[in-house]
């Protein structure tokens, strides 16, 4: 949770409050209602197939060697198949089309609800500044990693590997 000190609508000072039953980060003012519920946010998350392998991408300031999916918030108004879509182009110039989605799954970690798609992706790619390297992975060769969008990976290399039956 970050260091949320004040209520952003009064002012005073925010402490640990019982509000049905669950601890909450509550504003301390007995004239105010303002409740912190941390609800997790959601976030699109993109397994991107690029002539026939799958992109990895490392975020600037992630350590050397991590690797995940591209991933983005939504813009208000938009659905997650178009976020999906704007995000992929934004961060790596390539363009999407029909995104499939494979479901929600927990990060629990960073508070996000991941929203997982799998595109088949073409054009040139350009990484955006967010991005410090990416690499494509055949995908005999990927290894889900075990949280965070590796979750999604997983579930996707189980799934198509059923599909081949
Ligand atoms: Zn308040």
Redesign the pocket.
Known sequence: MKDYRF??????E?GQRSVDGRVRLA???E????VYWNNPVPVVAAIIELEGRVLLVRSAGWPAGMFGLVTGFLESGETPEEGVVREIREETGLSANEPRFLGCFSFHQANQLLLGFHVRASGILVLSDELEESRLVERERLKPWPFGTGVIVRSWLESSAKDAF
């Open positions: 209520c952003p609508l009064c002012g005073a925010l504003c301390s003012s004239l105010c209602d303002f």
